[in-house]
C-alpha cells in the first residue's frame, strides 16, 4: 500500500538567526529520504516553502475566490509530505515516527486511494 | 435442541473461528459475514439430529469456503490459494482437533481490535464484538448507547481498519508497552462496565465470563507480560467476591462488609498465581499494585479477621505514582478514613476537583458517608441526595438510601 506522511510544523522553529536549524533538519530530511530510497520505498515528496508564500483559490457556490494565506490558520501547518510504499499501517507509522521535524510537530498518515481496485 | 447446539457452538468458538478467519482474508467483515453464512448453514444442515461431532471445526470450515466464494463474487483478485471446490463435510467425517485445525489468533485479532488507530470508544466494543462474540444489542446495553449508535461506531471502525491497512500482527516487542497498554486500558474499560452491575444477572453475567476467558487467553499468550497477568488476576479476584455484592435484599454490600465464606474460593486461587507469575518478572506496574489491593481483601478468611486498611492504604500510595488521577485518589480516601480518620479523609477528598466529579457519584457517595462520620448531617444528606440523583444501579441505590436513612436517624 501507498502511504501519504504529510508534515505538520510550526514554521517559527525554522526562523533563527542564522538558518541553522533549517540547515540541519534539510540534512535529516536527505538521510531519511536516502534510507527509503535504499529500501526501495520512496515513491514521491516535496517540501513546501512557508506559507506566507501561499495563495489560496476558494471555491463556493460556483464562484471562485483568491486570498492571500494558507487555507486555514494555524500554528501547524503543512510543511511537506513523502509518499511511500508500506506494507501496512504500522509500518508506515514507524516511519512516520522517525520523520525529523525541527521541533514539535504532527505526521499525519493517510493511506492512497488504489487506482487497481 | 440442534439450535441450541448452534448458539453453543457459535458462542463458545465464535472468536477463535472469526480471528482465524480475520487472520488468513486481512478482512473483518468478510470474516464476520462467512460466519454468519455459516452458522446460516449449519442452522440447517444441523437440523437432522446429526449434529457434527466438532461443531467449531464445522463452522471454520465452511465459513473458510463461504469466505473464498464471497471474494470470487466480488471479483477481487486475490494471492490467496483457494482451496479446491469441496462438499460441505459431513457429520460422520471425523475432525481432527479443532486446537489444531483453526489457528489461534485471537491475539492478533485483540491487538487489531485495540490498535490506536482505532477510535477509543469503538475499541472495548469492538473487542467484545469479534472476540467475545457479544451481539451489537448485549454491547449497546452495557455501555449505556443506543444500539445504531453503537453499530454505526462499528462500522467507524471496521472501515478505518480496513482502509487504513492496520497490520493483522502482533506488534514487535519494540511496540509493545505502547499497545499492550492499548489493549489492557480497552478490556479496563470493558470490565468495568461488567463489574458496576453488582447484582451481575443477565447480560452481565455472560459478559463477565467472557472477561475472564479473555483475560485467561491473555494470560496465556503473553505469559512474560506482568501487567496482562496481573489484569487477569485483577478480573478473578473481583468475580470471585460476586456472590457476596449483595445481601438478601439485594442491597450492594461494601467490600469491607462482604462475607469471605461466599467468595468463590478456586477464582481467588487462580489469580493468587496469576499475580505470583506477575510478581516474579520483576516489573512492577499499576495494573500489578491494583491486584494486589484485591489481594489483600481476598486474604481476609471471616468478617472476625480486621480489614486489611494499612496495607490497602499502603498499596494506594504505591498506585499514586504510577496513576495520580482523581478516582485513585477517591479510593484512597477510603482508605484514609479507617487508618487516619474521616477528618483527613474528608479534607483530601475536598481537596479534588469537585467540578470534574460534579457527576460522578461514588464522589458524593464517599463524601456523604465521611460528612456522616463527622456528625455534618446536612452536608450529607444533601451529598446522598446528589448521588442518589446520578441514577446508581438498583442495588447501590438500596445501599445508599438505607445509608441516607440512618444519617437522617441521628443528624
Given at each position: 500500500?501507498?502511504?501519504?506522511?504529510?508534515i505538520?510544523?510550526?514554521?517559527?522553529?525554522?526562523?533563527?538567526?542564522?538558518?541553522r536549524?533549517?540547515?540541519?533538519?534539510?540534512?535529516?530530511?536527505?538521510?531519511?529520504?536516502?534510507?527509503?530510497?535504499?529500501?526501495?520505498?520512496?515513491?514521491?515528496?516535496?517540501?513546501?516553502?512557508?506559507?506566507?508564500t501561499a495563495?489560496?483559490?476558494?471555491?463556493?457556490?460556483?464562484?471562485?475566490?483568491?486570498?492571500?494565506?494558507?487555507?486555514?490558520?494555524?500554528?501547524?501547518?503543512?510543511?511537506?509530505?513523502?509518499?511511500?510504499?508500506?506494507?501496512d499501517?504500522?509500518?508506515?507509522?514507524?516511519?512516520?515516527?522517525?520523520?525529523?521535524?525541527?521541533?514539535?510537530?504532527?505526521?499525519?498518515?493517510?493511506?492512497?486511494?488504489?487506482?487497481?481496485? | 435442541?440442534?439450535?441450541?447446539l448452534?448458539?453453543?457452538?457459535?458462542?463458545?468458538?465464535?472468536?477463535?473461528?472469526?480471528a482465524?478467519?480475520?487472520?488468513?482474508?486481512r478482512?473483518?467483515?468478510?470474516?464476520?459475514?462467512?460466519?454468519?453464512?455459516?452458522?446460516?448453514?449449519?442452522?440447517?444442515a444441523?437440523?437432522?439430529?446429526?449434529?457434527?461431532?466438532?461443531?467449531?471445526?464445522?463452522?471454520?470450515?465452511?465459513?473458510?469456503?463461504?469466505?473464498?466464494?464471497?471474494?470470487?463474487?466480488r471479483?477481487?483478485?486475490?494471492?490467496?490459494?483457494?482451496?479446491?471446490?469441496q462438499?460441505?463435510?459431513?457429520?460422520?467425517?471425523?475432525?481432527?482437533?479443532?486446537?489444531?485445525?483453526?489457528?489461534?489468533e485471537?491475539?492478533?485479532?485483540?491487538?487489531v481490535?485495540?490498535?490506536?488507530?482505532?477510535?477509543p470508544?469503538?475499541?472495548?466494543?469492538?473487542?467484545?464484538?469479534?472476540?467475545?462474540?457479544?451481539?451489537?444489542?448485549?454491547?449497546?446495553?452495557?455501555?449505556?448507547?443506543?444500539?445504531?449508535?453503537?453499530?454505526?461506531?462499528?462500522?467507524?471502525?471496521?472501515?478505518k481498519?480496513?482502509?487504513?491497512g492496520?497490520?493483522f500482527e502482533?506488534?514487535?516487542?519494540?511496540?509493545?508497552?505502547?499497545?499492550?497498554?492499548?489493549?489492557?486500558?480497552?478490556?479496563?474499560?470493558?470490565?468495568?462496565?461488567?463489574h458496576?452491575?453488582?447484582?451481575?444477572?443477565?447480560?452481565?453475567?455472560?459478559?463477565?465470563?467472557?472477561m475472564?476467558?479473555?483475560?485467561?487467553?491473555?494470560?496465556?499468550?503473553?505469559?512474560?507480560?506482568?501487567?496482562?497477568?496481573?489484569?487477569?488476576?485483577?478480573?478473578?479476584?473481583?468475580?470471585?467476591?460476586?456472590?457476596?455484592?449483595?445481601?438478601?435484599?439485594g442491597?450492594?454490600?461494601?467490600?469491607?462488609?462482604?462475607?469471605?465464606?461466599?467468595?468463590r474460593?478456586?477464582l481467588?486461587?487462580?489469580?493468587?498465581?496469576?499475580?505470583?507469575?506477575?510478581?516474579?518478572?520483576?516489573?512492577?506496574?499499576p495494573?500489578?499494585?491494583?491486584?494486589?489491593?484485591?489481594?489483600?481483601?481476598?486474604?481476609r478468611?471471616s468478617?472476625?479477621?480486621?480489614?486489611?486498611?494499612?496495607?490497602?492504604?499502603?498499596?494506594?500510595?504505591?498506585?499514586?505514582?504510577?496513576?495520580?488521577?482523581?478516582?485513585?485518589?477517591?479510593?484512597?480516601?477510603?482508605?484514609v478514613?479507617?487508618?487516619a480518620?474521616?477528618?483527613?479523609?474528608?479534607?483530601?477528598?475536598?481537596?479534588?476537583?469537585?467540578?470534574?466529579?460534579?457527576?460522578?457519584?461514588?464522589f458524593?457517595?464517599?463524601r456523604a458517608?465521611?460528612?456522616?462520620?463527622?456528625g455534618?448531617?446536612v452536608?450529607?444528606?444533601?451529598?446522598?441526595?446528589?448521588?442518589?440523583?446520578?441514577?446508581?444501579?438498583?442495588?447501590?441505590?438500596?445501599?445508599?438510601e438505607?445509608?441516607?436513612?440512618?444519617?437522617?436517624?441521628?443528624p
Amino acid at each position: 500500500m501507498q502511504y501519504a506522511l504529510l508534515i505538520y510544523e510550526d514554521e517559527a522553529a525554522y526562523r533563527d538567526e542564522n538558518g541553522r536549524a533549517w540547515q540541519e533538519v534539510i540534512a535529516q530530511h536527505q538521510a531519511f529520504a536516502a534510507e527509503l530510497v535504499e529500501k526501495g520505498l520512496l515513491r514521491g515528496g516535496a517540501g513546501l516553502k512557508t506559507t506566507n508564500t501561499a495563495t489560496t483559490v476558494r471555491r463556493a457556490g460556483g464562484q471562485c475566490g483568491l486570498h492571500d494565506g494558507p487555507f486555514a490558520e494555524s500554528k501547524e501547518q503543512l510543511g511537506g509530505f513523502y509518499l511511500i510504499e508500506a506494507a501496512d499501517l504500522d509500518e508506515a507509522l514507524a516511519w512516520a515516527r522517525k520523520l525529523p521535524l525541527a521541533g514539535d510537530g504532527s505526521v499525519e498518515v493517510r493511506p492512497v486511494i488504489d487506482g487497481t481496485t | 435442541m440442534a439450535r441450541s447446539l448452534l448458539d453453543q457452538a457459535a458462542r463458545a468458538h465464535g472468536g477463535r473461528v472469526i480471528a482465524a478467519l480475520a487472520a488468513k482474508f486481512r478482512d473483518l467483515d468478510l470474516a464476520e459475514e462467512a460466519f454468519a453464512e455459516a452458522c446460516l448453514a449449519a442452522a440447517q444442515a444441523w437440523g437432522q439430529n446429526d449434529a457434527p461431532r466438532d461443531p467449531a471445526a464445522w463452522l471454520y470450515s465452511v465459513a473458510q469456503r463461504r469466505a473464498l466464494d464471497m471474494l470470487r463474487r466480488r471479483g477481487v483478485r486475490t494471492r490467496l490459494v483457494p482451496d479446491p471446490p469441496q462438499p460441505p463435510p459431513s457429520a460422520e467425517e471425523a475432525m481432527v482437533d479443532d486446537a489444531r485445525l483453526i489457528p489461534d489468533e485471537r491475539l492478533r485479532l485483540i491487538f487489531v481490535c485495540c490498535h490506536p488507530a482505532v477510535a477509543p470508544d469503538a475499541r472495548a466494543a469492538l473487542t467484545l464484538r469479534l472476540v467475545c462474540g457479544l451481539t451489537t444489542q448485549e454491547i449497546a446495553r452495557a455501555f449505556l448507547v443506543a444500539e445504531p449508535t453503537l453499530a454505526q461506531r462499528l462500522v467507524r471502525a471496521k472501515r478505518k481498519i480496513a482502509e487504513a491497512g492496520v497490520a493483522f500482527e502482533v506488534p514487535g516487542p519494540e511496540a509493545w508497552p505502547e499497545r499492550i497498554g492499548a489493549v489492557l486500558s480497552t478490556l479496563e474499560i470493558a470490565y468495568a462496565k461488567a463489574h458496576e452491575d453488582a447484582a451481575g444477572a443477565g447480560q452481565h453475567a455472560d459478559y463477565a465470563k467472557e472477561m475472564l476467558d479473555l483475560t485467561a487467553v491473555l494470560a496465556e499468550l503473553l505469559p512474560d507480560e506482568p501487567e496482562c497477568l496481573a489484569f487477569a488476576a485483577l478480573v478473578r479476584y473481583a468475580e470471585a467476591r460476586r456472590p457476596a455484592r449483595l445481601d438478601d435484599d439485594g442491597t450492594m454490600t461494601p467490600l469491607s462488609e462482604q462475607d469471605p465464606a461466599l467468595w468463590r474460593r478456586p477464582l481467588i486461587l487462580e489469580a493468587e498465581r496469576l499475580l505470583r507469575a506477575a510478581a516474579g518478572r520483576r516489573r512492577p506496574g499499576p495494573r500489578q499494585l491494583q491486584a494486589a489491593i484485591h489481594a489483600a481483601w481476598c486474604a481476609r478468611a471471616s468478617l472476625d479477621e480486621p480489614a486489611p486498611w494499612p496495607t490497602v492504604l499502603a498499596l494506594y500510595d504505591a498506585l499514586l505514582t504510577w496513576r495520580d488521577d482523581a478516582v485513585v485518589r477517591l479510593n484512597r480516601a477510603v482508605a484514609v478514613a479507617e487508618v487516619a480518620g474521616p477528618a483527613q479523609a474528608l479534607a483530601e477528598v475536598d481537596w479534588l476537583d469537585s467540578v470534574a466529579f460534579r457527576d460522578f457519584g461514588p464522589f458524593h457517595a464517599v463524601r456523604a458517608d465521611l460528612l456522616a462520620r463527622l456528625g455534618r448531617g446536612v452536608e450529607a444528606l444533601a451529598a446522598y441526595d446528589r448521588a442518589l440523583a446520578l441514577d446508581p444501579a438498583p442495588a447501590e441505590r438500596l445501599w445508599l438510601e438505607r445509608r441516607r436513612g440512618q444519617a437522617a436517624a441521628f443528624p
